[in-house]
């Protein structure tokens, strides 16, 4: 080949064109004309949308591992919130449970002070109030333990009631306390009066039927006697005044071969659960003395002539 016709032309990586200062210039001149238009006819605007949108996808996805941190701290924080405010809502109920039952214990105390106050009002003999403290330790015998003694004035046999009626009788008193023996106790008896019919009886402590029951004794098998009679004090004792509701009749058992009936009833008195009672004086404290007989009545009637 000939030398003539070879390309003695230099090779495009070495051939030389405009300066870099001519190229900074004419870069920083169009630079600066592109400025000054954004800024004041916003030519790079749309420019810039569009640029935005197709780089959105990319930023939403660089985001996300951050995004789900976030998510799953504030996951167990909120869990944890959760929890605490559950036990505190659980402790709330419970306190609110119990000043619900406190407040239902009050009401019902409330209405018992009430009827015993109203009580008090239609009593005519000296009375003092007082509060069951507990039941005695003895599990054979009915009786609780108030909470007035000597210091108080107590009286052996004095009655004692609640609003709804007689529930026992002072039986021992210490000095500032006393026990009670309620009517139910085996032991017990009180004369009382059939407000139907105007009998008079006596009725005792019996537990054969169940824990707090009364059994009407001595009563003819014919006598006039039906469930449902009103039972009161009768008064002929000298220890309970006349008129104070005792038991009512529930079940009258009468046989062919039994000379007395089995007549069964069920103290109106809270005997088992009084809290607040009203003690009486003895009804005998009351009675007067019987008066002195004159000695000279009989010698003077005996010898008089006619």
């Not at 400025?35 to 640029?51: G, I």
Request: hydrophobic letters at 45%; a neutral charge.
């Amino acid at each position: 080949m000939p030398l003539g016709t070879l390309d003695r032309d230099p090779p495009p990586f070495f051939r030389q064109g405009h300066s870099a200062l001519s190229k900074l210039a004419v870069c920083s001149a169009l630079a600066l004309l592109l400025m000054v238009s954004d800024a004041r006819f916003k030519v790079m605007q749309p420019l810039r949308v569009a640029l935005a949108a197709v780089l959105y996808p990319v930023q939403w996805l660089a985001l996300q591992p951050v995004e789900g941190a976030g998510r799953l701290g504030n996951y167990f924080s909120t869990l944890a919130s959760a929890e605490t405010a559950q036990d505190e809502a659980r402790r709330k109920l419970s306190v609110q449970s119990q000043r619900a039952n406190l407040v239902e214990q009050l009401d019902l105390e409330n209405q018992r002070l009430r009827k015993l106050l109203d009580l008090s009002t239609r009593l005519s003999s000296e009375f003092r109030a007082a509060q069951v403290i507990y039941d005695a330790a003895d599990p054979y015998t009915r009786k609780v333990i108030i909470d007035k003694g000597l210091a108080h004035r107590m009286v052996v046999g004095s009655p004692v009631l609640d609003e709804s009626g007689v529930i026992g009788q002072v039986t021992r008193i210490y000095p500032l306390v006393s026990e009670v023996t309620l009517i139910t106790d085996r032991d017990h008896a009180i004369p009382v009066l059939n407000v139907r019919t105007g009998a008079r009886g006596v009725a005792f402590g019996d537990t054969s039927s169940h824990a707090d029951a009364l059994e009407l004794r001595y009563m003819a098998a014919n006598a006039d006697v039906a469930v449902g009679d009103l039972l009161t004090t009768s008064g002929v004792d000298g220890v309970y005044p006349p008129g104070l509701p005792v038991a009512r009749v529930e079940r009258v058992e009468r046989k062919v071969d039994a000379v007395f009936a089995r007549i069964y009833c069920v103290p109106l008195g809270l005997v088992s659960g009084a809290e607040h009672v009203i003690v009486l004086d003895p009804l005998g404290n009351k009675v007067p003395e019987r008066p002195p007989q004159d000695a000279a009545a009989a010698p003077a009637g005996k010898g008089a002539k006619p």
